[in-house]
Structures are given as structure tokens and as C-alpha cells.
């Protein structure tokens, strides 16, 4: 009989241990490898940092491919699996999904909320909590052509634009081709910029389009922009005002895979507080660390996450 209790006891002492090790499985196993991603900018290269330094400080192993590629090819990449997190921004959701209400996405939680749920339905993406800064496209000009031509918003260019006036815009070859991009702005303005009017990057980093406008590299003297850029006014550019409010809110979200989510939850706690703590002003900042004052990005990443006690 004693013998019977024992076996009774010692089978409950295993069962029980199987259940606990189930529900610490992703604190007691080796967590990764995670592939941690970032377009080819100076945000997105922050961003993507801020994520690899958070995610090794919690015990993953992470492949960093921070400054992977532009917008479509990291989409392909998370999409096909070869990469498991990045940082994106709500808005691109007007490009990811055609056929949405344009308004949806010029309200930053409708546009969240929406990305969010059409990501996970039809791709497996999570979209996890996102940063408070509206980091949208912009068009900015040299002060020197603004004062002389009172050049405030866009309808001013347009005006400029149509009646003659000298200009060329440095900008990204997906802005300069996107229907979301300069396409919208101009639809919505009146105006057209042709070929000889464009001095195009291969990437998206604004620090290249705005040092082609300070510098007036080939006559350029409009820059492609971004809302939480830190250099504009370090460089003597002024954002011309979207007074039709064309473009979509583009807050920065970073978004994982379902799959690895699902085997790693705690990536969502891990990240939040980092992001949440990105507002407009701090990402203005740290962007000029690295574009303006030439820090490294990895040495702005996590100088900042241990100043706010993220990193130790």
C-alpha cells in the first residue's frame, strides 16, 4: 500500500513538472535564433538596433540585418520567412493593401488598428505597439529659395513649380515611383516634376536627399523628407506644409512574424515600453545624433535604451 502511495505521488511529482515546464518553456529553452531586420535609413537603422540590443539583453540569440532593404524588399523578406522582425510604420498599410478607405489611414489608431487586423489575417504578421511620431513623407526646401520665393506649403511650389520656377528634388527611387509618394503630391498640388527635375538615391535615407539639397549637389534645392528627420534645420531646410493633408500617419511599429510571436510572446512586453517611449521630439534627436553629429547608429541605439533604464 505504501508502495502504491508513492508511485501515486511520485507519477503527480512528474506530471506536475511537465506542466511547469511547459509554461516556462520559452524562459527555460534557448530562445532564437531571431532575425532582426531594418530598412536601409537612418530611422529605420535606429529603430532596427534599438530592437537587436532589447532582444539579446533578454537572452535571444539574434542575427542582426539591420539596414536590409527598401520597403519591398523587406516586406518580401518577413513574408517568405527569411527574416522574423523589423521595424515598419502604420501608413505603408495604404501601399501593403489596396483598396482601403484613403481616410483610414490619416487617423493614426484607425490606421493601426487596421493594418493590425489585415496583416494577421492575410500575411501572419503581428503588428506590436507602436511609437507616438508621425514620421511621414515631407518635401522641404533650401531657406535660401523658400525666403526668396515664399515658399511656405505645397500649394506655394506648385505655383512656383507651374510658373517656371527652377527646381530639383533629390528623393528615394520608391518615393519617386510609388502612387503614394511624390505621384499623390502632385495630383493633389497641380504640378509635375520631370526626369531632369529628380536627382534619385537607390535607398531611403533622407540624410543623402537632404545633404543633396544643403550642398545644392546638381541644382538640387528640394529634398524628400521625413516627419521625425533631425537634420532640417542643422542643414538650412525648411518642410513645406502639407495643407491638404495627402499623405498617411506613419507611426513606427515593430511588426514579427505570427510564428515566432506565438513562440515568443514576451517579445511584445520586451518592446513596448521602447517604443512607446519614441515620441516626435526623440526621434528628431537621435536621428541627428547619427545624421548630423556622424554617431554610430548602434552607439545612439543603446546610449538611449540605458539612459531610460531600458538597458542596464
Do not use: C
Not at 531571431?34 to 529603430?47: P, R, Y
Not at 509618394?181 to 537607390?202: C, H, M, R
Not at 493633408?245 to 510564428?259: L, N
Amino acid at each position: 500500500m505504501k508502495k502504491r502511495v508513492m508511485a501515486i505521488v511520485s507519477l503527480f511529482v512528474f506530471l506536475a513538472a511537465g506542466v511547469w515546464a511547459n509554461g516556462s518553456q520559452e524562459k527555460s529553452a534557448a530562445k532564437g535564433p531571431i532575425v532582426v531586420a531594418s530598412k536601409i535609413d537612418t530611422e529605420g537603422g535606429l529603430l532596427g538596433e534599438m530592437i537587436v540590443a532589447m532582444l539579446k539583453a533578454n537572452g535571444f540569440n539574434v542575427i542582426d540585418k539591420t539596414q536590409f532593404g527598401t520597403t519591398s524588399v523587406i516586406r518580401k523578406a518577413i513574408m517568405s520567412g527569411e527574416i522574423d522582425i523589423y521595424p515598419e510604420y502604420t501608413g505603408n498599410g495604404a501601399f501593403f493593401f489596396k483598396g482601403t478607405d484613403p481616410t483610414v489611414w490619416k487617423n493614426a489608431e484607425a490606421g493601426y488598428q487596421t493594418v493590425k487586423k489585415l496583416d494577421m489575417e492575410q500575411n501572419k504578421i503581428v503588428w506590436l505597439t507602436p511609437a507616438p511620431a508621425n514620421n511621414t513623407w515631407a518635401i522641404a526646401a533650401r531657406k535660401d529659395l523658400a525666403q526668396s520665393k515664399n515658399l511656405k506649403t505645397l500649394s506655394d511650389l506648385a505655383a512656383y513649380v507651374n510658373g517656371g520656377g527652377t527646381v530639383k528634388l533629390a528623393a528615394s527611387e520608391e518615393y519617386a515611383s510609388r502612387p503614394d509618394g511624390l505621384d499623390a503630391i502632385e495630383k493633389a498640388y497641380g504640378f509635375t516634376l520631370s526626369k531632369d527635375q529628380l536627382l534619385l538615391f537607390s535607398g531611403g535615407n533622407t540624410a543623402q536627399t537632404e545633404k543633396a539639397a544643403a550642398d545644392g549637389t546638381n541644382g538640387v534645392n528640394l529634398a524628400m523628407a521625413y516627419g521625425t528627420d533631425g537634420s532640417l534645420a542643422a542643414l538650412g531646410l525648411v518642410v513645406l506644409t502639407d495643407t491638404k493633408s495627402v499623405y498617411p500617419v506613419y507611426e513606427p511599429t515593430p511588426i514579427v512574424r505570427e510564428a515566432i510571436y506565438k513562440k515568443y510572446p514576451s517579445i511584445g512586453t520586451i518592446l513596448a515600453p521602447v517604443f512607446k517611449s519614441l515620441n516626435l521630439e526623440t526621434l528628431q534627436t537621435l536621428n541627428a545624433e547619427i545624421a548630423v553629429q556622424g554617431q554610430e547608429t548602434s552607439a545612439v541605439a543603446t546610449a538611449y535604451l540605458k539612459s531610460k533604464g531600458f538597458l542596464k
